[in-house]
């Protein structure tokens, strides 16, 4: 092999490492489907604390979150099928950016588990309202990793929204409107990013 066949394979691996760095995010979907349940589940949570269809037992706040994570089940199954057949997903930035949402996930379930355990054991009933406040702290952590990984700014300004929204629903914690705050930060936050980031997907023929 000569000294120039040496500097075209190198070429060629740094141009490859790069397209992979580079290539175009394929998570909007996910973004999509959990902006548009939560805004309709805490939509839906508002209006049953707020006595919207009458006098409300725990059991229907219960049943409007078990058809949340229904959904949510289902809806990740189907838009997982659908993101294998895409081209890019074994890029570094796709890579990373589906592991930084997959603990960002698992930040919020261990919140969710735990602060349903502590109501449950000291029978208040408010600690579950502090699920949305850290789940859009989380979301401004993961929106900033992956604007970074993905080299595309625009996020940052999505990240930066979701701690703004963190920050009031702490500040309001226990007021019931604060649901209503808490699904429009969803279409904020979560579907508008993931729409714009579904219109640069890959086409599924390169």
Do not use: K
């Amino acid at each position: 092999m000569t000294r120039d066949d040496l500097a075209e394979d190198l070429a060629y691996v740094r141009t490859l490492a790069e397209e992979g760095r580079n290539a175009p995010l394929i998570g909007g979907r996910y973004l999509v489907l959990f902006g548009a349940l939560l805004t309709i589940a805490y939509g839906m949570h508002w209006a049953l604390i707020a006595g919207a269809f009458g006098p409300t037992h725990w059991t229907w706040i219960l049943g409007n979150w078990s058809g949340f994570a229904i959904c949510a089940g289902i809806g990740s199954l189907m838009v997982g099928r659908r993101v294998r057949a895409l081209p890019g997903r074994a890029a570094v930035v796709n890579r990373v950016d589906g592991a930084v949402w997959r603990g960002a996930a698992l930040a919020i379930v261990a919140v969710v588990v735990g602060s349903v355990a502590h109501d449950a054991i000291n029978d208040r009933g408010v600690a579950q309202n502090a699920i949305m406040a850290v789940g859009f702290a989380v979301y401004g952590v993961a929106l900033g990793a992956t604007a970074v990984i993905a080299q595309q700014a625009w996020l940052r300004w999505f990240s930066w929204l979701s701690f703004v929204a963190s920050a009031v629903l702490w500040t309001f914690l226990n007021e019931p409107w604060a649901y209503l705050v808490a699904a429009a930060a969803s279409v904020a936050v979560l579907l508008a990013p993931g729409l714009v980031m579904m219109r640069g997907e890959p086409s599924r023929v390169v």
